[in-house]
């Protein structure tokens, strides 16, 4: 495995009390592997990535274990590993981006600081690069400025600046949700090809389902701050087992390629603050028992690779039975 | 590029024929006659004012009055000093360097202060350092000039004797005794502007570091040091070098009294001498130069607004 997060748990303090974003998270990926972390927002996706890179604010308290490579991931560790064996890019392509330097000098930044190539050369490669992440006319296109390029050409450069140094992990926060949808297919494309040439693991957070099925080898469903349900890609729509699995997946337009969105599910997340004190997802579950509203349901495998935390697992039976 | 400066340029002069107007025209409403000032002595004497007039064609109707003073000012000609019997033009360049000296220093001195002040409270923001910095900018910004003046000057050449109190000696006479004449009245004139740069830059700085091209810059892997001083500070300088620009027109006006207070012969001295002995010439003269001055610097400000900020450049 490339990526192993063990138990992560992430509190921030907020005016109005203790916020726990994170709340015992578990993930793997492996080299040349998709995982898609899927779950309506403030669900604890961007969180998770942040700590994996180091990036949360100094008052994120944070607990568990990720590992990298088989090293546990220590401060200074992320701080030496961020662009070069790890990177992360980002849902704003738009201002992502820094205004006052071009395109090359951005790219060229992190080959400098990770293959502590001279200025020279770090442009030159970062020109490959770019030619790289089909950018047309990279030469020229180097010495241009962030607002000189539209956005899908922006998110293009973001992904050159991740790439620039081979990175083994790619978390790719939400990198389409601001690109209309042909672009999207594009990047994402463009980031199976790169991921393939380089057997980078990718971390790919999204909120689109049809991105999931075309793109994705592993899935892991997130509610709340936790892992609700984790399966291989296909597995999860053909036999989703979690009822908010099955809720999203209800939205789903039947038909493949369609771009679904993540179903609107009556209720809304919890407050973090204080989340319900069994399962999270019961005061919007149409399976609620009373149990579920005492005791929180551990992630327990079903088969070897598919996991959900629900009381009423395997659910696949009970909705047969209906 | 080219056709921006051209578009500038156009507007500029409406605003200096307006001002040119302005000028002319309030100078018409300050009392006193100045035939009667020049006539000293023989005031008494209608022929000797008649003639006074007819030389300074006073006689004349006041558009005659303008165009004439304007026609000349377009070619460099501000007129005579009735009293100094000096042009003008001289007079100025004579001058506005000592001035430009003394706004120069006190901006360097402003920049200096204020502009790592603002980084270092904007990323110890909330911290001791913040709320220090802050209570010193607000002491430079509301503490007045005279009275700091007065104070330096009896710290640091009554009382311990290192710096003259007064006077003046141009660079080109010797370096140091003018550095050493113009420090303090430097100081003064830039902790004001120190404070100014300091508030806008810490305001700049956080606005930058909030921005999402700081955390991709981490996500590089950009150590901290370089993430402050160069993605975040690039991006915060446009403003401040915009504000900068008008600061230090206001410092060039803000001389006339600090120059009072350590008797430095400049612009301040000029025009304080010109008013008390209506010697409209050099009061107009010195007025529309200043005019001239802040149309220049709000021009130059606009010109590294472009040079600072890439999409502005390509416009
Ligand atoms: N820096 C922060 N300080 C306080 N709360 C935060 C911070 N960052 C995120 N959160 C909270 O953590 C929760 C998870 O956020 P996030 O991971 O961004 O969700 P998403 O799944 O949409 O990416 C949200 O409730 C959010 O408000
Ligand atoms: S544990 Fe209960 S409330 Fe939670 S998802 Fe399963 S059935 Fe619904
Ligand atoms: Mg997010």
Not at chain 1, 251 to 260: I, M, N, T
Request: overall charge neutral.
């Amino acid at each position: 495995m490339v990526l192993a997060i063990d138990d992560l748990t992430v509190e921030f303090a907020t005016d109005r009390g203790t916020l726990r974003a994170v709340d015992g998270v578990s993930l793997a990926v492996a080299s040349g592997k998709t995982l898609a972390v899927v779950g309506e927002s403030g669900s604890g996706k961007s969180v998770t990535a942040l700590a994996t890179m180091g990036l949360l604010p100094g008052s994120a308290r944070i607990g568990g274990r990720i590992v990298l490579d088989g090293e546990p991931l220590t401060p200074e560790r992320q701080r030496a590993l961020r662009g070069g064996a790890m990177a992360m890019i980002f849902q704003e392509p738009m201002t992502s981006l820094n205004p006052a330097f071009t395109a090359g000098e951005q790219v060229a930044e992190a080959l400098r600081i990770h293959r502590n190539l001279p200025p020279r050369a770090a442009f030159d490669a970062a020109i490959a690069m770019l030619e790289r992440v089909r950018i047309p006319d990279a030469a020229r296109r180097a010495r241009q400025y962030p607002h000189q390029f539209s956005g899908g050409m922006r998110q293009r450069v973001m992904i050159a600046i991740a790439l620039a140094c081979a990175p083994r992990l790619l978390l790719a926060d939400e990198p389409t949700t601001a690109l209309d949808v042909t672009v999207q297919a594009q990047i994402l494309a463009l980031l199976d090809t790169l991921k393939r040439e380089t057997g980078t693991a990718v971390v790919l957070i999204t909120h689109d389902l049809g991105v999931v099925a075309d793109h994705a080898d592993d899935v892991a469903v997130m509610y709340a701050g936790r892992v609700v349900e984790r399966a291989p890609a296909a597995r999860l729509f053909a036999q989703p087992e979690h009822p908010y699995t099955v809720g999203l997946l209800g939205a789903v337009p039947k038909l493949a390629g369609g771009a679904g969105r993540l179903a609107s599910i009556a209720g809304t997340v919890p407050d973090m603050r204080n989340p319900p004190a069994g399962c999270r997802f019961a005061p919007r579950c149409p399976f609620a028992i009373s149990r579920c509203i005492a005791e929180q349901p551990p992630l327990i495998p079903i088969t070897a690779d598919h996991a959900t935390a629900c009381w009423r697992a395997p659910l696949s039976q009970i909705l047969e039975a209906a | 590029m080219l056709r921006w400066l051209a578009r500038r340029f156009a507007q500029i002069i409406p605003t200096l024929i307006v001002l040119s107007v302005l000028i002319f025209g309030l100078q018409q409403l300050m009392p006193g006659d100045p035939a009667l000032i020049l006539a000293g002595e023989e005031r008494g004497d209608p022929m000797v004012l008649a003639q006074i007039r007819a030389e300074l064609r006073l006689d004349r109707p006041l558009p005659e009055q303008y165009l004439n003073w304007i026609g000349n000012v377009l070619v460099g000609d501000f007129g005579f000093s009735w009293r100094i019997r000096e042009p003008v033009a001289k007079l100025i360049l004579q001058k506005l360097p000592v001035t430009f000296q003394l706004a120069s220093m006190a901006f360097i001195i402003a920049v200096l202060i204020g502009v790592p002040a603002g980084i270092l409270s904007a990323t110890r923001r909330d911290t001791p350092t913040d709320w220090i910095a802050n209570g010193i900018a607000l002491f430079g910004i509301s503490m007045p000039n005279f009275w700091l003046g007065i104070m330096m000057i009896l710290l640091f050449s009554v009382e311990l004797g290192w710096l003259p109190p007064s006077g003046y000696v141009s660079l080109t006479e010797d370096f140091w005794e003018s550095i050493a004449t113009t420090i303090m009245p430097a100081f003064v004139l830039g902790t004001g502007v120190a404070g100014v740069l300091m508030r806008h830059t810490r305001a700049a700085m956080l606005g930058a570091l909030a921005q999402d091209y700081v955390r991709t810059a981490r996500a590089k892997g950009v150590a901290e040091r370089v993430v402050v001083w160069k993605h975040a500070l690039r991006n915060a300088l446009i403003p401040v070098v915009t504000l900068g620009t008008i600061e230090f027109g206001r410092l060039l006006a803000g001389a006339v009294l600090t120059e009072q207070i350590f008797t430095i012969p400049g612009f301040g001295k000029l025009i304080v001498d010109a008013v008390f002995n209506r010697d409209y010439p050099v009061v107009q003269g010195v007025v529309l130069a200043t005019a001239l001055i802040f149309v220049a610097l709000s021009l130059v400000a606009d010109l590294l607004y472009m040079a600072v900020n890439p999409r502005m450049r390509q416009a």
